[in-house]
């Protein structure tokens, strides 16, 4: 076991490609369906939405996709990113576990979304888009695609859940200053925003709702298209690079991971990390338990169905067969703005559904006090989203501790809070409270969710390929 702190990697050691573990998974994946016919949907019908590329990777069957020499070239601003060995906070927790974090808050816009938003913006520029029209939570995403887009002069346009557009007005800055034009949501430009409007004048929003707006204008302005920042196939593939890394810094390490952690929005950054130890872990090179961590407010994996639902909150978007809390559900306005998505990746989901990897909820007020004790220890002020995984890591170390064991825990810091401290200073000042599993909330979205009937789930079932 090495005595380092941090791991790094050089540039020359920068992944060349992402690893796509659709051929590697036990059964194929549901095909999404068309929103009307409940048919498994051609992926031609994704075209309008995405440029070609992306139409392939998020179907295609490849294990490994290279990563364009452009897209490399603008990652190694920021890439290759440590991986720190928490040696304080084990200190801290008097525990005989050891924590490894791979840390992804030194990126331009501070968290792992550029991994994603850069190949994105350079597909789409490629193929002539006019536009890309997209939504944000926290405001993670749209700074990232607008950072990534004026890489390649490409407009773009964000429409920001109104919680997080009020809550969050450096996000809104640094996408300006990246030259994107940003705009709460719900919103008057769209028919689905103006409908929502209309229900409730006051609504907070949310990331259903602002995909829709999204989605509207990018089917409605010519030559634009979408950009999706999680959930999708083709996202989960670009944040492999940062498991790629990881498996190569705990190989420098000397360390093989027991637990892995990730925090759990749309699924992308647990994705990014897991997959890559999921193709060793079946390839028998460890045997690491791996788990999504959730916020109790928005607990799709550990309370949702695990069915066909919409992306969006008005139902245009295909249908994905995926963990849900039904299209319709807003959740409580909790810090993680990330993690308030009423679905799951489907790739996510079927894991779990195949009992691949586990899923755990928690509150709130259990991840900022986690938070506040790792700024403490490591310096890092983590964002709101992952300090869902690190209080499963302080659960972890407990464990450890009674069991005794030296367990080897990895786990994903996506990104910083620097831009969330009001997050913490709630928190600080006692005011930061806990929601409770907003059941009945929940049971009235599930009953608006699309009954796909059994025949056609049978045929999805089947693995045709979309
Ligand atoms: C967007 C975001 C998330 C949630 O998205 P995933 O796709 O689940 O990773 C989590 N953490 C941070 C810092 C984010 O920006």
Redesign the pocket.
């Given at each position: 076991m090495t005595a380092a702190t941090k791991i790094t990697l050089s540039e020359s050691e920068l992944p060349t490609h992402w690893y796509n573990i659709v051929p590697d998974l036990p059964h194929a994946p549901a095909p999404p369906l068309d929103p009307a016919t409940h048919q498994p949907l051609p992926a031609s019908a994704l075209s309008s939405l995405f440029p070609p590329a992306l139409v392939e990777q998020e179907v295609t069957r490849e294990r490994y996709v290279p990563i364009p020499a452009q897209v490399r070239d603008i990652y190694k601003l920021w890439r290759p990113t440590p991986l720190v060995r928490a040696r304080r906070l084990e200190r801290a927790l008097n525990t005989p576990a050891r924590i490894f974090y791979k840390y992804e808050g030194g990126s331009p816009s501070g968290?792992?979304?550029p991994n994603s938003a850069v190949p994105q913006a350079f597909y789409n520029a490629r193929a002539g888009t006019t536009r890309l029209f997209t939504e944000t939570g926290?405001g993670?995403?749209g700074s990232a695609l607008a950072f990534a887009c004026t890489q390649f002069d490409l407009p773009c346009a964000v429409y920001q859940v109104r919680a997080s557009y009020d809550a969050k007005p450096y996000r809104r800055t640094l996408m300006r200053l990246w030259g994107a034009d940003v705009r709460p949501s719900p919103s008057p430009h769209t028919a689905a925003g103006r409908g929502v409007l209309a229900a409730d004048p006051r609504t907070p929003g949310s990331l259903g709702i602002a995909i829709a707006e999204a989605v509207e204008d990018a089917a409605r302005v010519p030559g634009a298209k979408y950009a999706l920042?999680?959930v999708l196939n083709h996202v989960l593939l670009h944040q492999t690079v940062i498991g790629e890394e990881a498996l190569l810094q705990m190989r420098k390490a000397d360390a093989s991971p027991d637990v892995l952690l990730g925090?759990?929005?749309?699924?992308?950054?647990?994705a990014g990390l897991s997959f890559p130890f999921l193709r060793e872990k079946w390839a028998g090179g460890h045997d690491a338990t791996v788990r999504c961590v959730e916020p109790a407010a928005c607990p799709s994996l550990t309370r949702g169905e695990y069915r066909y639902d919409f992306g969006d909150a008005v139902g245009q978007t295909p249908l994905l067969k995926m963990h849900t809390l039904g299209h319709s559900f807003v959740p409580d306005a909790i810090h993680a703005g990330?993690?308030r998505f009423h679905g799951m990746a489907p790739l996510v989901s079927q894991l779990l559904h195949e009992g691949v990897v586990e899923a755990e909820a928690i509150g709130q007020t259990e991840c900022f006090e986690a938070g506040r004790l790792f700024a403490k220890c490591e310096g890092v002020v983590a964002?709101p989203?992952?300090t869902h995984a690190i209080a499963a890591t302080l659960r972890e170390a407990a464990r450890a501790k009674e069991t005794g064991d030296e367990t080897n825990i990895l786990l994903a810091v996506?990104?910083h809070g620097l831009l969330d401290l009001a997050a913490y200073d709630k928190l600080l000042d006692g005011s930061l409270v806990d929601f409770e599993y907003p059941r009945e909330k929940v049971s009235k979205a599930m009953a608006s969710v699309p009954n796909v009937r059994q025949e056609e789930r049978d045929k999805a079932a089947s693995g045709t390929a979309p």
């Open positions: 968290s792992h979304k926290a993670q995403w920042g999680s925090c759990t929005g749309g699924g992308s950054n647990f990330g993690l964002a989203e992952p996506c990104g």
